[in-house]
């Protein structure tokens, strides 16, 4: 069990700001009407919903991403889509529970999201409310509430198997608490949210090199990430492989 210092979350988050931009994350909750609803909720993106601006959310943002990075696949970039909004969404429930002790509610209708940003994703949240800060919580907040509903649509969509999609989480919950200097509430939050059925063995216990591949080699001039479970990019790969 980990002990947090718990500090009252204020209705802009501000403490999350000098941890950097994959941290930060906007609040809505007193801005107009117009401005709360432009934006798809990522409730909204799970269930494969259009919007008013977006016709379709993810698609949107696969395109994107693709286009920006030059993808040879659709699939890789979802993956990558995916492995950014994994690490946005471990950033700021990390960084809030590292900061306040607490972290808002992040139910996938309260957060907004801008598909056309680029990197780090855009999220804006919609009011401040206070939930506990542990391990559990935390869990039901990004795994449970985001990340596997995500997954099941992009499995679904782009054929990504349900190992690399898990990958990817693992990945990006590493990151994001090592990008907060290896802090204690953020290690010991970290090594037990690994242990959740869903994580657990996504990463190697010793080195946290993850078990799967996220595909960024497949990208032109993509090389290979720093725990990648790959010691050199293969030089052909099948179509459809999984990584």
């Not at 718990?6 to 931009?21: F, S, T, W």
């Not at 471990?90 to 992040?106: E, F, H, T």
């Not at 790959?230 to 052909?236: D, E, M, Y």
Request: aromatic share 4%.
């Amino acid at each position: 069990m980990v002990l947090l210092l718990v500090v009252d979350l204020d209705p802009e988050l501000a403490a999350l700001r000098p941890l950097g931009a994959f941290f930060v994350l906007r609040t809505i909750g007193g801005a107009p009407a117009a401005s709360r609803t432009a934006l798809p909720t990522l409730a909204q993106v799970y269930e494969n919903l259009g919007s008013d601006v977006y016709r379709n959310p993810l698609t949107f943002r696969v395109r994107k991403v693709a286009g920006a990075l030059r993808a040879p696949e659709p699939r890789i970039a979802a993956s990558i889509a995916h492995l950014g909004l994994a690490a946005r969404l471990w950033s700021v429930a990390l960084g809030c529970a590292v900061r306040y002790g607490q972290i808002p509610d992040l139910s996938p209708h309260r957060l907004r999201w801008d598909p056309d940003a680029s990197a780090p994703d855009d999220l804006r949240l919609d009011g401040v409310t206070p939930l506990p800060g542990d391990a559990g919580t935390i869990a039901e907040a990004v795994l449970h509430g985001h990340l596997e509903p995500l997954a099941a649509l992009l499995h679904t969509e782009y054929r990504l198997a349900t190992g690399l999609l898990w990958g990817n989480a693992g990945s990006a919950l590493a990151g994001a608490e090592r990008q907060l200097g290896h802090h204690g509430s953020a290690r010991a939050l970290t090594a037990e949210l690994l242990t959740h059925p869903l994580l657990a063995g996504t990463l190697d216990a010793a080195t946290r090199r993850r078990r799967s591949c996220c595909l960024y080699y497949r990208l032109p001039g993509g090389g290979l990430c720093g725990d990648c479970c790959l010691t050199g990019a293969p030089r052909s790969s099948p179509r459809g492989a999984s990584g």
